[in-house]
């Protein structure tokens, strides 16, 4: 099984700075990595698909990159609105979340 | 609109069976590919079971393989997942997630989830 390891595993920031959550694959899994957000007491969102294409409707703020075993989520200046909880999914085999990454304000 | 809605939760005794729903709606159910997906209580999300659009190829998660079955009935809008031998580990959110066809193979749409708590 591919496992998906992402860090940090929680975070504090401030309006308006750059945050990186990081996930890491046990193994390669090109780009088939996709991120998704979760806020208290709602069912996740589809953020991110393909390592670094935008969902529709999501704001441009947010982007992610990389492939092969590396990936990042960047929200380029947070807002109050993203304080959520961050997972990152491989659909290379099997599909495995990561733990996730707590993002606070 | 595509919309997703579960349903059947409820609370049960370890060992015994319970029948998840999940009615689609705003989009051509018959073409597309399911996720099952649950959380536990202040957990992560844990990936359970996948059924592709004509039934032929399912795929469990090891931690339900054998006590969990996922069908659907096109023909009704609906996707079902069959819990059996129910343990206490199984307490969760249960979530069904539409699953978009061509790679990465990503999950679009998800429904509200509905609560399964397994408890004597």
């Known amino acids: 099984d591919i496992q998906m390891t992402q860090s940090p595993s929680s975070l504090s920031a401030s309006v308006g700075d750059r945050v990186t959550i990081t996930c890491r694959a046990s193994?390669?899994?090109?780009?088939?990595l996709n991120w998704y957000q979760q806020k208290a007491g709602e069912a996740p969102k589809l953020l991110m698909y393909?390592?670094?294409s935008l969902q529709s409707g999501v704001p441009s703020r947010f982007s992610g990159s990389g492939s092969g075993t590396d990936f990042t989520l960047t929200i380029s200046s947070v807002q109050p609105e993203d304080v959520a909880t961050y997972y990152c999914?491989?659909?290379?085999?099997?599909?495995?979340f990561g733990q996730g990454t707590k993002l606070e304000i | 609109e595509v919309q997703l809605v579960e349903s059947g939760g409820a609370l049960i005794q370890p060992g015994g069976s319970l029948r998840l729903s999940c009615a689609a709606s705003?989009?051509?159910?018959?073409?597309?590919?399911m996720d099952w997906v649950r959380q536990a209580p202040g957990k992560g999300l844990e990936w359970i079971g996948y059924?592709?659009?004509?039934?032929?190829?399912?795929y469990y998660a090891d931690s339900v393989k054998g006590r969990f079955t996922i069908s659907r009935d096109n023909a009704k809008n609906s996707l079902f997942l069959q819990m059996n031998s129910l343990r206490v580990e199984d307490t969760a959110v249960y979530y069904c997630?539409?699953?978009?066809?061509?790679?990465?193979?990503?999950?679009?749409?998800w429904g509200q989830g509905t609560l399964v708590t397994v408890s004597s």
């Open positions: 705003g989009f051509t159910f018959s073409s597309y590919e």
């Open positions: 393909g390592a670094s």
């Open positions: 193994e390669s899994i090109r780009n088939y």
């Open positions: 059924i592709s659009s004509n039934e032929k190829n399912i």
């Open positions: 997630a539409r699953l978009w066809e061509t790679p990465p193979y990503y999950l679009d749409y």
């Open positions: 999914q491989q659909s290379y085999r099997i599909k495995s």
